[in-house]
């Protein structure tokens, strides 16, 4: 079975630092990997996906995630963080079979110090 | 394209009540899905569509819930019964092809007293 696990309950980081949040999952065959961000109250955003091809993704707000399949990881990473950025974070992966399964992390809550 | 859409975006039940929640899925979208969130958790797998047929349900999803999309447009998800372990986030999401995007609704979020 598919599972997703995301050490880092809670991250605080001050404004203007970088940022890596921790990704590592657990699938049989290439997997699909998301990461999707959750601002209180409010559904989920893609941040973005991995399905094939460079290992290094970008999506918006300026995040980049990198797929590594020796280590089973898609960390989350972002050079410079913004006050807006505080949010939760959710890593998730998606089988490649039938129809997309999508199993999420428990999420990682990101606090923005001034 | 207006996204996915969900109503209502809050509804608060006394237990033993029956409560049913709508999602609209971005047009043209033929896979839906729902899933559930509680405080503190990821989005948990409830059930797929394609187009009208469900083709697959979690154990979550107990026989006090059932869930539609009678024309493979919109759905609806009914809790008969409800318990106060019901009061969750219910999230719906769509897509439109096999390999694509899960695009998210705003969610639902339940109280059940």
């Known amino acids: 079975a598919q599972s997703v696990t995301q050490p880092d309950i809670h991250i605080t980081v001050s404004e203007g630092a970088s940022l890596e949040l921790r990704c590592n999952y657990s699938y049989g065959a290439t997997p699909y990997l998301f990461w999707y961000v959750q601002s209180p109250g409010q559904g989920l955003q893609l941040l973005l996906k991995?399905?094939?091809?460079?290992?290094l993704v970008q999506g918006i707000k300026g995040f980049e995630a990198e797929f590594k399949r020796s280590q089973s990881s898609f960390n989350l990473r972002k050079p410079s963080v913004h006050w807006s950025d505080a949010a939760e974070y959710f890593c998730?992966?998606?089988?490649?079979?039938?129809?997309?399964?999508?199993?999420f992390g428990t999420g990682t809550k990101l606090q923005v110090i001034p | 394209d207006t996204g996915v859409s969900q109503d209502p975006r809050h509804k608060i039940t006394k237990r033993g009540q029956n409560v049913t929640f709508r999602c609209d899925p971005i047009s043209e979208h033929n896979r839906l899905y729902w899933y559930r969130q509680t405080l503190g958790q990821g989005p948990e797998f409830l059930t797929y569509f394609q187009n009208e047929a469900q083709l697959e349900k979690s154990r979550l999803l107990s026989d006090r819930f059932s869930a539609e999309r009678p024309k493979g447009s919109f759905s609806t998800l009914e809790i008969q019964r409800t318990e106060q372990g019901d009061s969750a986030m219910y999230l719906c999401?769509?897509?439109?092809?096999?390999?694509?995007?899960?695009?998210f609704g705003p969610g639902t979020r339940l109280l059940v007293l």
């Open positions: 991995y399905f094939s091809g460079d290992t």
């Open positions: 998730a992966v998606g089988n490649s079979g039938g129809y997309q399964k999508v199993t």
């Open positions: 999401a769509s897509s439109i092809g096999k390999a694509e995007t899960q695009y």
